[in-house]
């Protein structure tokens, strides 16, 4: 069992990026049958929190979310196969992608990093997404789909997805973001929020599904 002084270390560590300290306290949590569940939303989702709080706060730059990021995915990876067996529920159901022409990922990965942190099952459909790709993932039960573009020759793709989708009659919520995206692109093309960096993409999700203001 993780003391509360473990558990301290382990939030520190996944803030300082200590990806090796995360894994060994994971594999012990696990190795003496803690409750995982509890341990992700106690201890490690609010470090991510916290790393996404100093991020936006201009205290920390994206190196240091990375290699944050990457310390929490090494928990996360030994806590999902366990959580998958159990009853634990997601938050909700997420796609993601870089949107037809754009080959940045590097955004993307943080934001669904950010998204798993944050309880949510996330299917990541990579780069260079067309609006048919988009429209099928929505058709598996995703409740959000979520667009990413760098570059203004691939921002006008999020109006094509917006139009394809509601053609296509899908529900889902569409939630757009990358360097080049604003909240009145957002709303011009009708998407159903905009988040600005990793932790406000989460924030936007959960608007979008009603789970925030
Ligand atoms: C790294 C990089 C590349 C790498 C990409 C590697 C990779 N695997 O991603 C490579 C070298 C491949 C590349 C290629 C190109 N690039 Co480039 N690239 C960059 C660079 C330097 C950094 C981007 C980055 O990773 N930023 C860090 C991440 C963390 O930030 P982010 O992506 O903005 O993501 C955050 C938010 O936007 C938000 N977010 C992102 N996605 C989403 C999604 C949702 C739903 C939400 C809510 C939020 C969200 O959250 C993220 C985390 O906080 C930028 C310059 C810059 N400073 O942005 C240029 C830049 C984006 N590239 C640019 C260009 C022009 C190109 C090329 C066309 C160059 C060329 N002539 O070949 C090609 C295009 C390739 C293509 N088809 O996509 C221009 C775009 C200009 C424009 N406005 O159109 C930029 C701005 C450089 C410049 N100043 O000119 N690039």
């Known amino acids: 069992m993780l003391s509360e002084d473990d558990k301290d270390e382990l939030f520190d560590a996944i ?28 201890t490690m989702i609010p470090a991510m929190t ?4 100093q991020f936006s706060a201009g205290e920390v730059f994206v190196p240091e979310m990375l290699v944050a990021a990457r310390a929490m995915q090494g928990g996360i990876n030994i806590i999902e196969p366990i959580l998958a067996q159990t009853d634990h529920e997601p938050v909700g159901r997420v796609c993601i992608g870089s949107v037809k022409g754009d080959l940045h990922d590097i955004g993307k990965n943080l934001v669904v990093m950010m998204l798993k942190g944050a309880g949510f099952e996330v299917e990541d459909l990579g780069v260079d997404v067309g609006s048919a790709a988009f429209a099928e993932a929505a058709e598996r039960g995703n409740q959000v789909i979520c667009l990413s573009a760098l570059l203004t ?16 009659g899908t529900t889902a919520k569409v939630v757009i973001g990358g360097a080049v995206i604003t909240q009145s692109y957002a709303d011009a093309i009708g998407a159903d929020a905009f ?19």
Request: charged letters at 35%.
């Open 15 to 42: 803030c300082d990026g200590d990806r090796e300290t995360v894994v060994e306290l994971v594999s012990r949590a696990r190795d003496d049958g803690q409750n995982l569940g509890e341990l992700l939303k106690d």
């Open 195 to 213: 988040g600005e960096d990793a932790p406000g993409a989460v924030n936007a999700v959960k608007r979008a599904l009603g789970l925030a203001n």
């Open 50 to 53: 916290e790393i996404g709080n």
């Open 153 to 168: 020759t691939t921002k006008p793709q999020m109006g094509e997805v917006v139009k394809y989708l509601k053609e296509a």
